[in-house]
T-cell receptor, first 114, second 110 residues
Framework: DAGITQSPRHKVTETGTPVTLRCHQT?????MYWYRQDPGHGLRLIHY???????DKGEVSDGYSVSRSKTEDFLLTLESATSSQTSVYFC?????????????FGPGTRLLVL | TQLLEQSPQFLSIQEGENLTVYCNSS?????LQWYRQEPGEGPVLLVT?????EVKKLKRLTFQFGDARKDSSLHITAAQPGDTGLYLC??????????FGTGTRLTIIP
């Protein structure tokens, strides 16, 4: 257990509304990540953070923004949700000193955009 | 871009049988992880392999990293219903982002 929680666990929203997903970790890890998981695509990186206020884009960052104002919290915001953003979202942390080392995942947030 | 292909995509076998699933790439990885994911949950790390040719065992699961660090296999002996799940491999290569395969969905029939 890497001490990762995600909230909410499930959410239904309408197209065009903003949505914020929260990832919280209790073990002071430096590196945090947001992924989405879709059938046929596997896990794809949205954004990642290498410290407080230090973030960068992943391979599918369009339509998403992130913020990390505290070590323990990494927020993912969909500025204006679209149906293509219906997915399962996972937060992860790296438990090593490497940005791209072994990662541990949270339980996920299932988002449905109508 | 590094790609990881997993095979087979789906596998359904009887309890007690043995099986092997594969994770292949044309790229070299500095380390490779295997995860198991159950419905409604996040991927759970099973093992990390870092040395070419390395073999690691986790009870009935045996993981092998290829000599050239481009591929890996997961062998399960005497499969049990609790082994059912989605098995994911992920490779890390230098400063490249972690690359995930699309997974093998394993079903063990009691």
């Amino acid at each position: 257990d890497a001490g990762i929680t995600q909230s909410p666990r499930h959410k239904v929203t309408e197209t065009g509304t903003p949505v914020t997903l929260r990832c919280h970790q209790t073990e002071n890890h430096r590196y945090m990540y947001w992924y989405r998981q879709d059938p046929g695509h596997g896990l794809r990186l949205i954004h990642y953070s290498y410290g407080v206020k230090d973030t960068d884009k992943g391979e599918v960052s369009d339509g998403y923004s992130v913020s990390r104002s505290k070590t323990e919290d990494f927020l993912l915001t969909l500025e204006s949700a679209t149906s293509s953003q219906t997915s399962v979202y996972f937060c992860a942390i790296s438990a090593t000193d490497s940005l791209w080392g072994t990662q541990y995942f949270g339980p996920g947030t299932r988002l449905l955009v109508l | 871009t590094q790609l990881l292909e997993q095979s087979p995509q789906f596998l359904s076998i009887q309890e007690g049988e043995n099986l092997t699933v594969y994770c292949n790439s044309s790229s070299v990885f500095s380390s490779l992880q295997w995860y198991r994911q159950e419905p409604g949950e996040g991927p759970v790390l099973l093992v990390t392999v870092v040395t070419g040719g390395e073999v690691k065992k986790l009870k009935r699961l045996t993981f092998q990293f290829g000599d050239a660090r481009k591929d890996s296999s997961l062998h399960i002996t005497a499969a049990q219903p609790g082994d059912t799940g989605l098995y994911l491999c992920a490779g890390a290569g230098g400063n490249e982002k972690l690359t995930f395969g699309t997974g093998t969905r394993l079903t063990i029939i009691p």
